[in-house]
């Protein structure tokens, strides 16, 4: 029994590690994503002439009129394409928010504020909570565009091996919490604004005066970190590092950098500075007569604040980092922080160009009306065969979770895929708020951030991997981090699907369902 249980593990060994080539295959030979959006762009071009040709429509179901395909060859559709180029590239909801969110970005990373606060908490974490502070402060690390990739995963290795423990484990916990975590965190982060816009693009295919927020899974994103937390600990502890043993490598134990009286003073005062934004955004929603309270009814949810809440996270960002520059005299002058926003802003040129080219995918696909007929006819079918509820929910996670396998960027699948989900689910029985199909992707985008090759980072987490052991590889990360996909697969979906059950809302203006009018 014991060798037909070894056989069977080397056969599965060997079926796992030939789809990973496919994978890294396939993955490889996807054009760069401007490039995609491009091709893809061209593509629901002749769609929309073929679809028109052949009569496709589909009854609205609001108003129960008639929506047929537009085709973007006639003359109409051609005149309109080259008069709107620009204009889909500037009214794109992520292209405005993602850029004012890096100004207080921009200022918080470029002052060093984000690198302290991670080595702080690490460094201050007691021996046996070492673990967790590791998965917390990678989740923490989505704040800043690289910092986790660049300075976390290596310092979780070097502590872990000043330790006495194996560097790989540390290693792997930072990943975990910095990649496998990415749909979790405590604060708003860049990616919340980016996926919102997006999301909000789509919805208004079916609901024109939909707004959807940058806080829409806030109230998910938080708890779903403390499940990372506690999911990255124990498999790191119970599972991952025990499989590794004792670390017999050579590789020399590097000192651990602590924090000067400078930058402990520093963090201190940029603390004092959230403490106080917070209060003063508070002043603007908590008292009834609130300056950012709808003025006409009075609501919070549906507000100004909420509305336009980006400007918020740009203060939290911005206030905190610039305080914390002033302490320790990486800002001087105004010269430094424009720099700063400067740099912030020049990381985002790549960004920018697949933004143009993602804009006109989305608006070309709203403007010949084939978003809306393949939602309607997909939710018909989705009706039809009895998939809805939690089952959809669920394999809609996993469906995100294999195309994250082959296409590493989350805004680039998201662009794909929102104009199709999101107004499906919308549109089914009872209709799926955003909100839900978004925060259904976040896990399936994270989850699987582990395991593939397709990862931007993941040749980086191998060259630091190889400090330890230059035989350490791809195969080496890969089977150190399935089991955290696995049990993290399973935590997340089991909370989602409480949260469903139990009917919380998502966030701040995150209903599961879209309200009865």
Not at 152 to 169: E, K, T, V, W
Not at 278 to 301: E, M, Q
Not at 324 to 339: E, Q
Not at 360 to 365: A, G, L, S
Request: hydrophobic residues 55%; charged residues 10%.
């Amino acid at each position: 029994m014991k060798f037909l249980f070894k056989k069977l593990r080397k056969v599965a060994g060997r079926i796992f590690a030939r789809s990973l080539d496919y994978v890294e295959i396939i993955g490889n030979r996807l054009p760069h994503p401007a490039t995609l959006f491009a091709l893809l762009a061209v593509i629901v071009v002749l769609i929309s002439w073929l679809g028109h040709a052949l009569g496709a429509q589909a009854p609205h179901p609001v108003d129960g009129t008639t929506i047929e395909a537009k085709n973007l060859l006639s003359g109409d559709g051609i005149r309109w394409m080259y008069t709107n180029l620009i204009d889909n590239f500037l009214k794109f909801p992520p292209l405005g928010y993602v850029l004012v969110v890096m100004i207080g970005i921009g200022v918080a990373e470029g002052s060093g504020l984000f690198t302290t606060m991670i080595r702080s908490l690490v460094l201050s974490a007691p021996p046996r909570l070492v673990t967790g502070a590791i998965v917390l402060a990678g989740i923490l690390s989505h704040l800043a565009s690289e910092a986790g990739y660049v300075i976390l995963i290596p310092l979780g290795a070097m502590i872990f091996h000043a330790l006495g423990r194996h560097p790989m484990a540390g290693l792997a916990a930072a990943f975990c919490g910095v990649s496998g975590g990415f749909g979790a965190n405590f604060f708003i982060g860049s990616i919340d604004p980016i996926l919102a816009g997006i999301s909000q693009s789509a919805a208004q295919m079916i609901m024109p005066d939909m707004v959807v927020n940058p806080a829409v899974n806030y109230y998910f994103m938080f708890v779903s970190s403390f499940l990372v937390v506690i999911i990255g600990t124990w498999v790191t502890e119970r599972i991952v590092e025990p499989r590794m043993g004792k670390y017999l490598g050579n590789a020399e134990k590097l000192p651990i950098v602590q924090l000067t009286a400078g930058e402990k003073k520093g963090l201190r005062w940029a603390g004092v500075a959230l403490i106080f934004t917070l209060a003063l955004l508070a002043l603007t929603i908590i008292p009834v007569n609130g300056i950012f309270r709808d003025p006409d009814t009075g609501s919070v949810l549906h507000s100004p604040f909420f509305n336009g809440i980006i400007i918020a996270i740009l203060l939290m960002f911005f206030i905190p980092g610039l305080v914390y520059g002033i302490i320790v005299k990486s800002i001087r002058s105004d010269k430094d922080v424009a720099k700063y926003i400067g740099q912030s802003m020049s990381g985002m040129g790549g960004y920018i160009v697949l933004v143009f080219f993602a804009a006109q995918f989305v608006y070309f696909f709203n403007y010949s009306n084939l978003g809306i007929i393949f939602a309607i006819k997909g939710a018909q079918t989705l009706q039809s065969i009895g998939l809805t509820g939690i089952n959809l929910i669920v394999a809609f996670v996993l469906l995100s979770a294999f195309i994250n396998m082959f296409m590493g960027s989350a805004s680039a699948k998201w662009a794909i895929m929102a104009p199709v989900f999101i107004p499906m689910l919308m549109l089914i029985d009872p209709p799926y708020h955003p909100g839900l199909t978004q925060a259904a992707f976040r896990i399936g985008d994270s989850v699987t951030n582990l395991i593939t090759p397709m990862m931007s980072y993941f040749a980086l987490i191998v060259t630091f991997a190889q400090k330890y052991d230059e035989k350490y590889g791809i195969g080496t990360i890969i089977s150190a981090m399935i089991p955290y996909t696995v049990v993290l697969t399973v935590g997340w979906l089991l909370l989602l699907v409480a949260w469903m059950m139990i009917g919380l809302p998502l966030g701040p203006d995150g209903p599961l369902f879209i309200p009865v009018q």
